[in-house]
């Protein structure tokens, strides 16, 4: 197991409790120190890889590389996001689309990528050797200009990210597509975690509080000694990262912390499962005043429902988001629509909307249902003047907005409404957060399924189970599934390009937003197109490798290729987890 820093402490096998003198340097100045040393140590071993001549010392020496990067996980992706993801990259193109005029087509490089390679047959050592050479550039020049500078929350926030890191994306396999090294790359993670704790242990007025985290880390490292196929993430999850969200909370009072703002996560989450753990605002252009977000709401749900705001009178926004199917409308396509009725619950929670990422936020997206000629039909002047004309609708936006009735405050106060729709109050909320103990053995194990050997989670990452992920939830991804046209065989692809029709870059065809899963009970049929009519259905499509499973040529597909092996008594468990995320 890696150590970051070796300079001052020994590894976890000494249980001693260890403290930093008045003499020793600040924590910041050995942290950044070490962290340095550690990006060395990780190039030298990138170094050793890039001049191998056989696939043992290749292996040998990404190994060694890896963990070096995995003790250093906490840091870089703290301090230097951009570098972070692109180094930690899966093995496909990275598209960034700012806008028409802006379009970035990125190879990726980094340590999935130099994983994937080395295990391809025939053994391909130009090929790595290439990869190797450029993420060992992008270390150099990380460690050649790495000024950390870090406050007492920003350390609250760095191991929060981390420990949320762990149980979302490190166990599942993410980021270790082909070693499934994941539980052991964890124990180095925590074992990073502590020695920044050690470090800072002279903010600690509570000495026994950093002894309850070296007891929980220490368990926490325990359960990892496991097998990935098998490892029990439900319990993991319960018993262990939710008792270190606990621990932060309070550090964060024993260090007398005070935040300046809040990022995705509210600053004193205690579990990932629940209403009270995201900062709603960060997903949205504007900070709501916490007063008025209760009348906001009710006058958006007014709204949503009201038929006036289309041109004929006769359509709302709960015509095609119906409440009793988890706001979508049960058809396969809504006529004169191109594609299925998205769930609109938890839509709040990612950063791209509708199917093709069209839109950047929900204000946004009502602007095309309202000038939609197959939707509302209608413009944003006339939609203010309907509401204007209804006196109670004028009313209460004078109570609410300081402008009266604008087409914005309309769009603002239904999505207001919208940003409602994270309930958390699930079956399986309630049995992770302890308030209930119902779920059977069959959902568990789907759970550990999905977020396992099923890899279900390396795109919809839980806790909302969309494709925003964690622990920044700055992006939203779109994946290439291959999804047919009709079931029929043999099978054709889907005439619809999804993320290309935007920018009409084309290595975008077919590309879908990644949305929740999340009430999946009630929001058959499934895909873009609906073509799937059940749940039993979908997972076959997944289970036998997507379109190309299907015999479709598909160059840029995302979704693995190969068969997931999965059992029918493993289908049904997944299938039983998922109808268990089902909102009371």
């Given at each position: 197991?890696?150590?970051?820093?070796?300079?001052?402490?020994?590894?976890?096998?000494?249980?001693?409790?260890?403290?930093?003198?008045?003499?020793?340097?600040?924590?910041?100045?050995?942290?950044?120190?070490?962290?340095?040393?550690?990006?060395?140590?990780?190039?030298?071993?990138?170094?050793?890889?890039?001049?191998?001549?056989?696939?043992?010392?290749?292996?040998a020496n990404y190994k060694k590389a890896r963990n070096h990067f995995k003790s250093i996980e906490p840091i870089i992706a703290f301090v230097d996001k951009n570098n972070y993801t692109a180094l930690n990259a899966p093995n496909i193109l990275k598209i960034e689309e700012e806008d028409a005029t802006d379009i970035k087509i990125k190879n990726p490089f980094g340590f999935q990528v130099i994983e994937e390679?080395?295990?391809?047959?025939?053994?391909?050592?130009?090929?790595?050797?290439?990869?190797?050479?450029?993420?060992?550039?992008?270390?150099?020049?990380?460690?050649?200009?790495?000024?950390?500078?870090?406050?007492?929350?920003?350390?609250?926030?760095?191991?929060?990210?981390?420990?949320?890191?762990?149980?979302?994306?490190?166990?599942?396999?993410?980021?270790?597509?082909?070693?499934?090294?994941?539980?052991?790359?964890?124990?180095?993670?925590?074992?990073?975690?502590?020695?920044?704790?050690?470090?800072?242990?002279?903010?600690?007025?509570?000495?026994?509080?950093?002894?309850?985290?070296?007891?929980?880390?220490?368990a926490s490292t325990k359960m990892l000694n496991g097998d990935f196929n098998t490892f029990d993430r439900y319990n993991f999850i319960k018993n262990h990262t939710h008792s270190q969200l606990k621990l932060l909370n309070k550090t964060i009072k024993d260090w007398d912390i005070e935040f300046p703002f809040e990022l995705a996560f509210n600053n004193n989450i205690s579990s990932l499962f629940s209403n009270?753990?995201?900062?709603?605002?960060?997903?949205?252009?504007?900070?709501?005043?916490?007063?008025?977000?209760?009348?906001?709401?009710?006058?958006?749900?007014?709204?949503?429902?009201?038929?006036?705001?289309?041109?004929?009178?006769?359509?709302?926004?709960?015509?095609?988001?119906?409440?009793?199917?988890?706001?979508?409308?049960?058809?396969?396509?809504?006529?004169?629509?191109?594609?299925?009725?998205?769930?609109?619950?938890?839509?709040?929670?990612?950063?791209?909307?509708?199917?093709?990422?069209?839109?950047?936020?929900?204000?946004?997206?009502?602007?095309?249902?309202?000038?939609?000629?197959?939707?509302?039909?209608?413009?944003?002047?006339?939609?203010?003047?309907?509401?204007?004309?209804?006196?109670?609708?004028?009313?209460?936006?004078?109570?609410?907005?300081?402008?009266?009735?604008?087409?914005?405050?309309?769009?603002?106060?239904?999505?207001?409404?919208?940003?409602?729709?994270?309930?958390?109050?699930?079956?399986?909320?309630?049995?992770?957060?302890?308030?209930?103990?119902?779920?059977?053995?069959?959902?568990?194990?789907?759970?550990?399924?999905?977020?396992?050997?099923?890899?279900?989670?390396?795109?919809?990452?839980?806790?909302?189970?969309?494709?925003?992920?964690?622990?920044?939830?700055?992006?939203?991804?779109?994946?290439?599934?291959?999804?047919?046209?009709?079931?029929?065989?043999?099978?054709?692809?889907?005439?619809?390009?999804?993320?290309?029709?935007?920018?009409?870059?084309?290595?975008?065809?077919?590309?879908?937003?990644?949305?929740?899963?999340?009430?999946?009970?009630?929001?058959?049929?499934?895909?873009?197109?609906?073509?799937?009519?059940?749940?039993?259905?979908?997972?076959?499509?997944?289970?036998?490798?997507?379109?190309?499973?299907?015999?479709?040529?598909?160059?840029?597909?995302?979704?693995?290729?190969?068969?997931?092996?999965l059992k029918s008594n493993e289908i049904k468990d997944i299938i039983a987890f998922m109808q268990s995320l089902e909102d009371k």
């Amino acid at each position: 197991m890696v150590c970051l820093f070796t300079l001052n402490f020994g590894c976890k096998n000494d249980e001693s409790y260890v403290t930093i003198n008045t003499e020793s340097p600040q924590p910041l100045v050995v942290l950044e120190d070490n962290y340095k040393t550690t990006l060395k140590s990780c190039i030298i071993a990138l170094e050793a890889l890039e001049n191998a001549t056989n696939f043992e010392t290749a292996l040998a020496n990404y190994k060694k590389a890896r963990n070096h990067f995995k003790s250093i996980e906490p840091i870089i992706a703290f301090v230097d996001k951009n570098n972070y993801t692109a180094l930690n990259a899966p093995n496909i193109l990275k598209i960034e689309e700012e806008d028409a005029t802006d379009i970035k087509i990125k190879n990726p490089f980094g340590f999935q990528v130099i994983e994937e390679i080395l295990h391809e047959e025939p053994l391909d050592l130009i090929s790595i050797s290439k990869i190797t050479k450029k993420t060992k550039n992008r270390l150099k020049l990380i460690e050649q200009n790495t000024y950390i500078k870090l406050k007492n929350y920003h350390i609250i926030w760095l191991i929060r990210d981390q420990v949320v890191r762990i149980a979302l994306t490190g166990i599942t396999g993410f980021d270790s597509p082909i070693l499934e090294n994941s539980l052991n790359e964890a124990q180095i993670s925590y074992a990073t975690i502590e020695d920044i704790l050690n470090l800072y242990s002279t903010n600690f007025s509570n000495k026994e509080l950093l002894n309850q985290w070296k007891s929980e880390i220490k368990a926490s490292t325990k359960m990892l000694n496991g097998d990935f196929n098998t490892f029990d993430r439900y319990n993991f999850i319960k018993n262990h990262t939710h008792s270190q969200l606990k621990l932060l909370n309070k550090t964060i009072k024993d260090w007398d912390i005070e935040f300046p703002f809040e990022l995705a996560f509210n600053n004193n989450i205690s579990s990932l499962f629940s209403n009270k753990t995201f900062n709603i605002d960060f997903f949205a252009d504007y900070v709501e005043v916490d007063s008025l977000k209760t009348k906001k709401q009710k006058l958006g749900k007014a709204l949503f429902n009201d038929t006036k705001l289309s041109n004929n009178n006769r359509m709302s926004c709960a015509t095609c988001h119906k409440q009793e199917l988890a706001f979508t409308d049960g058809l396969k396509t809504f006529p004169k629509q191109k594609r299925n009725t998205p769930t609109l619950s938890y839509s709040a929670l990612q950063q791209s909307f509708f199917y093709d990422g069209r839109t950047g936020n929900l204000e946004g997206q009502i602007v095309d249902v309202v000038n939609n000629v197959n939707e509302f039909h209608s413009n944003l002047t006339n939609l203010s003047k309907v509401v204007e004309l209804d006196t109670i609708y004028h009313n209460s936006f004078k109570k609410l907005y300081p402008q009266g009735v604008t087409d914005a405050n309309i769009r603002n106060a239904i999505a207001v409404y919208v940003r409602s729709l994270n309930k958390f109050n699930s079956k399986f909320d309630n049995n992770i957060n302890n308030l209930e103990n119902t779920l059977t053995a069959s959902e568990i194990n789907g759970f550990n399924l999905f977020m396992g050997k099923a890899k279900c989670s390396t795109c919809h990452f839980a806790p909302v189970f969309n494709g925003t992920v964690p622990p920044n939830f700055t992006e939203t991804e779109f994946e290439l599934l291959g999804v047919p046209k009709s079931t029929d065989l043999p099978a054709v692809a889907d005439t619809d390009l999804g993320r290309y029709d935007v920018f009409k870059t084309p290595e975008r065809k077919h590309f879908f937003k990644t949305p929740t899963i999340r009430n999946i009970s009630k929001t058959a049929p499934y895909m873009h197109n609906g073509i799937y009519l059940d749940l039993e259905s979908l997972m076959n499509f997944y289970n036998n490798g997507g379109g190309t499973g299907l015999g479709l040529e598909l160059k840029h597909q995302t979704l693995p290729t190969d068969s997931l092996n999965l059992k029918s008594n493993e289908i049904k468990d997944i299938i039983a987890f998922m109808q268990s995320l089902e909102d009371k």
